[in-house]
Protein backbone atom coordinates (compact mmCIF):
# COMPACT_ATOMS: atom_id res chain seq x y z
CA UNK A 1 0.00 0.00 0.00
CA UNK A 2 2.34 2.67 -1.37
CA UNK A 3 1.29 6.52 -0.95
CA UNK A 4 1.75 8.62 -3.89
CA UNK A 5 5.12 10.10 -2.66
CA UNK A 6 6.77 6.32 -2.97
CA UNK A 7 8.24 7.13 1.00
CA UNK A 8 5.87 5.76 3.05
CA UNK A 9 3.13 2.83 3.11
CA UNK A 10 -0.42 3.35 5.58
CA UNK A 11 -3.35 1.56 6.65
CA UNK A 12 -6.24 3.14 7.59
CA UNK A 13 -4.56 5.95 9.71
CA UNK A 14 -1.44 4.63 10.60
CA UNK A 15 1.60 6.22 8.72
CA UNK A 16 4.98 4.81 8.68
CA UNK A 17 8.55 5.08 7.27
CA UNK A 18 9.38 2.76 4.44
CA UNK A 19 12.46 0.40 4.91
CA UNK A 20 13.93 0.63 1.33
CA UNK A 21 16.21 -2.22 0.75
CA UNK A 22 18.50 -5.12 3.40
CA UNK A 23 21.18 -2.34 4.25
CA UNK A 24 18.33 -0.19 5.84
CA UNK A 25 16.73 -2.62 7.96
CA UNK A 26 20.51 -3.48 8.62
CA UNK A 27 21.12 -0.49 10.10
CA UNK A 28 17.43 -0.37 11.52
CA UNK A 29 17.94 -4.06 13.44
CA UNK A 30 21.68 -3.36 14.57
CA UNK A 31 20.52 0.36 15.78
CA UNK A 32 17.68 -0.99 17.84
CA UNK A 33 17.71 -0.58 21.54
CA UNK A 34 14.82 -2.88 22.05
CA UNK A 35 14.86 -6.27 20.26
CA UNK A 36 12.56 -5.91 16.52
CA UNK A 37 10.23 -7.95 15.29
CA UNK A 38 8.26 -8.92 11.64
CA UNK A 39 4.49 -9.27 10.74
CA UNK A 40 2.84 -10.27 7.64
CA UNK A 41 -0.46 -8.63 7.87
CA UNK A 42 -3.27 -5.87 7.10
CA UNK A 43 -0.35 -3.36 9.33
CA UNK A 44 -0.64 -2.23 12.79
CA UNK A 45 -4.30 -0.55 12.79
CA UNK A 46 -6.31 -4.11 11.62
CA UNK A 47 -3.61 -5.92 14.59
CA UNK A 48 -4.69 -3.07 17.08
CA UNK A 49 -8.37 -4.05 16.65
CA UNK A 50 -8.12 -8.25 16.05
CA UNK A 51 -6.08 -10.50 18.18
CA UNK A 52 -4.13 -13.69 17.08
CA UNK A 53 -5.25 -16.94 17.46
CA UNK A 54 -4.17 -20.53 16.62
CA UNK A 55 -6.51 -21.55 14.05
CA UNK A 56 -5.29 -25.34 14.46
CA UNK A 57 -7.14 -25.07 18.32
CA UNK A 58 -9.40 -22.12 17.99
CA UNK A 59 -7.76 -20.58 20.97
CA UNK A 60 -7.05 -16.87 20.85
CA UNK A 61 -3.33 -16.01 21.87
CA UNK A 62 -1.79 -13.62 24.10
CA UNK A 63 -0.44 -11.61 21.95
CA UNK A 64 0.06 -10.83 18.58
CA UNK A 65 2.19 -13.68 16.63
CA UNK A 66 5.87 -12.12 15.06
CA UNK A 67 9.24 -12.96 13.77
CA UNK A 68 12.10 -12.62 15.19
CA UNK A 69 14.43 -9.80 13.63
CA UNK A 70 17.49 -9.26 16.10
CA UNK A 71 20.09 -12.42 15.91
CA UNK A 72 20.41 -14.89 18.64
CA UNK A 73 23.98 -14.25 19.80
CA UNK A 74 25.47 -17.36 18.43
CA UNK A 75 24.43 -16.05 14.83
CA UNK A 76 27.81 -15.44 13.17
CA UNK A 77 27.14 -14.69 9.75
CA UNK A 78 26.02 -11.42 8.42
CA UNK A 79 23.19 -9.44 9.72
CA UNK A 80 21.29 -9.49 6.48
CA UNK A 81 21.29 -13.47 5.94
CA UNK A 82 19.64 -13.32 9.20
CA UNK A 83 17.00 -10.61 8.30
CA UNK A 84 16.69 -12.57 4.79
CA UNK A 85 15.76 -15.46 6.36
CA UNK A 86 13.73 -14.10 8.68
CA UNK A 87 11.75 -12.36 5.76
CA UNK A 88 10.99 -15.08 3.69
CA UNK A 89 9.94 -17.56 6.92
CA UNK A 90 6.45 -16.34 6.40
CA UNK A 91 6.37 -14.40 3.47
CA UNK A 92 3.49 -16.77 1.70
CA UNK A 93 1.18 -15.02 3.77
CA UNK A 94 1.48 -11.89 1.99
CA UNK A 95 2.28 -13.43 -0.85
CA UNK A 96 -1.46 -15.33 -0.48
CA UNK A 97 -3.23 -11.72 0.36
CA UNK A 98 -3.03 -8.75 -1.62
CA UNK A 99 -4.09 -6.45 1.89
CA UNK A 100 -1.37 -8.18 3.58
CA UNK A 101 2.38 -6.69 3.82
CA UNK A 102 5.43 -7.14 6.14
CA UNK A 103 6.33 -4.13 9.11
CA UNK A 104 8.44 -3.85 11.69
CA UNK A 105 7.41 -3.71 15.24
CA UNK A 106 9.00 -3.67 18.91
CA UNK A 107 6.81 -4.82 21.87
CA UNK A 108 6.80 -7.10 25.12
CA UNK A 109 7.02 -10.64 24.53
CA UNK A 110 4.02 -12.15 26.45
CA UNK A 111 4.25 -15.69 25.83
CA UNK A 112 4.97 -18.31 22.46
CA UNK A 113 3.06 -19.48 20.13
CA UNK A 114 2.44 -22.78 18.60
CA UNK A 115 4.99 -22.71 16.19
CA UNK A 116 7.18 -21.29 19.31
CA UNK A 117 7.32 -17.81 17.62
CA UNK A 118 6.97 -14.94 20.39
CA UNK A 119 3.73 -13.61 21.01
CA UNK A 120 3.97 -9.38 21.31
CA UNK A 121 1.53 -6.55 23.46
CA UNK A 122 2.00 -3.22 24.12
CA UNK A 123 3.17 -2.62 20.43
CA UNK A 124 5.24 -0.32 19.04
CA UNK A 125 4.89 -0.23 14.94
CA UNK A 126 8.51 0.65 13.28
CA UNK A 127 8.27 0.67 9.96
CA UNK A 128 6.87 -1.01 6.75
CA UNK A 129 9.17 -3.45 4.27
CA UNK A 130 8.98 -2.45 0.97
CA UNK A 131 8.14 -4.88 -1.87
CA UNK A 132 11.69 -4.24 -3.29
CA UNK A 133 13.12 -5.18 0.42
CA UNK A 134 11.03 -8.62 0.70
CA UNK A 135 12.01 -9.26 -3.25
CA UNK A 136 15.62 -8.56 -2.03
CA UNK A 137 15.46 -11.08 0.64
CA UNK A 138 14.21 -13.18 -1.28
CA UNK A 139 16.98 -13.38 -3.30
CA UNK A 140 19.79 -13.22 -0.61
CA UNK A 141 17.84 -16.05 1.13
CA UNK A 142 18.05 -18.70 -1.76
CA UNK A 143 21.34 -17.67 -3.18
CA UNK A 144 22.68 -18.25 0.38
CA UNK A 145 21.25 -20.87 1.79
CA UNK A 146 20.39 -24.79 1.41
CA UNK A 147 16.87 -23.39 1.55
CA UNK A 148 14.52 -26.61 2.33
CA UNK A 149 17.11 -28.67 3.78
CA UNK A 150 16.00 -30.21 7.66
CA UNK A 151 18.28 -31.61 10.10
CA UNK A 152 17.64 -34.97 9.01
CA UNK A 153 20.01 -34.85 5.65
Known sequence: MRTSSGTEQESHDTRLPV?????????????????????????????????????ESGLTLPGLSATVLTPEPWWTRPLADWLARQICKYVEITDSADDRAAWVLSGRVSGRGPDHEPLLTDVTPMAWLSEATVEEARHRYTARFDVGRDSTG
Not at 27 to 42: D, N
Not at 44 to 51: G, L, M, R, Y
Open 19 to 55: VEGLEALVSLVAGAERPLYLRHSRGPDADSASVSRDY
